[in-house]
């Protein structure tokens, strides 16, 4: 039997595991797309089976391809995490997606290169360090009254900050990684996060996302909500442009989050190709897609 790999952590592997710790708040969101996965791959021929990702490497014996899955706490754990990736690749292991993808993905940095291959793209200040005099000069420069300060390295929005003029931290605040300002935008809260899965390079379902009262994170470990959206052909193609700009193989999976600014139309967030949630609930044929397109990678 073809084994498929599902790469969780400890604080997403259930808690049956020897190797499971607490477990986070949205752990949830692996053990939907597991029972999504399960009897798609199961359908297929495939079995399938949960595997932390800092597991000995003879743990990973027997399994023909990892899916990147829940393995949410790699943004502290960048350099060991792609070591793992690696290794399993040069034991045969097909990786998804491939460590030459995460590597490329892994720093948010890819967004200026998608910015000037001609993607739209939220205006962005990169910096080693932020200080607060470093987000009163950004406020100037981009003429806002409100930032957002994220790592360059980070996943879920965790040690993310929204900064106001009227209330900026003390003269010593650092933030303390390698970071990425960007201007708030209402439209988050507004019209809300647009999220296109694809599948293989298709695109198999999107979603609007929106964060809760009084709160500015989209993702459910803060209170967001999202829903079923029908993108327009305009905005499928916006996603799709996204797509097809990575500069290596078409991904076993990508998700691509869009905010739309009336000036310049939607712009894209991330261009996450790691171990991006991908909405089981809102695309219930996303485990015979996934199915389908690992069949084409191990058989």
């Known amino acids: 039997m ?33 029972a999504a996965l399960e009897p798609a791959f199961f359908a297929k021929g495939f079995g399938l089976q949960v595997i932390d990702w800092e597991a000995p490497i003879g743990d990973f014996t027997g399994i023909d391809l990892v899916m990147l899955g829940s393995a949410w706490d790699y943004q502290d754990k960048d350099r060991a995490f792609l070591t793992k990736l690696e290794a399993l690749e040069a034991r045969g292991i097909t990786v998804c997606n491939s460590s030459k993808i995460v590597r490329w993905n892994i ?17 962005t200040r990169w910096m080693a360090e932020v200080t607060a ?18 790592r360059q390295i980070g996943a879920g929005a965790l ?10 931290p003390g003269a010593e605040w650092r933030f303390g990684h390698a970071a990425m300002i960007q ?3 209402p439209a988050i809260a507004e019209e809300g996060e647009l999220s296109f899965i694809f599948i293989d ?3 198999s379902h999107t979603l609007r996302k929106r964060p809760a009262k009084g709160e500015y994170r989209i993702q459910s470990l803060y209170g967001g909500s999202e829903e079923l959206h029908t993108p327009s052909a305009e905005e ?16 076993l999976y990508a998700r691509i989050d869009m905010l739309r600014d009336t000036d310049v139309g939607l712009m894209v967030m991330e261009c996450e190709l790691i171990e991006p949630y991908l909405y089981p609930e809102q695309g219930p044929e996303l485990g015979e897609r996934l199915a389908r397109a690992i069949a084409k990678r191990v058989l």
Request: charge should be negative.
């Open 2 to 34: 073809t084994m498929i790999g599902f790469l969780a952590c400890e604080t997403t592997l259930p808690q049956d595991n020897e190797r499971a710790g607490e477990r986070r708040g949205d752990a949830y969101e692996h053990d939907l797309m597991i």
């Open 107 to 123: 720093t948010k940095t890819y967004l200026r290169k998608l910015a000037k291959q001609g993607s739209a793209t939220i205006p």
């Open 133 to 150: 005099d470093d987000a009163l000069a950004a406020m100037d420069a981009f003429g806002c009254d409100q930032l957002v300060v994220k």
């Open 159 to 168: 040690g993310q900050q929204l900064l106001s003029r009227d209330a900026l």
């Open 183 to 185: 201007p708030f935008l």
């Open 201 to 203: 390079g298709e695109l």
């Open 236 to 251: 499928a193609a916006a996603a799709g442009a996204i797509v097809a700009a990575l500069p290596f193989e078409t991904p």
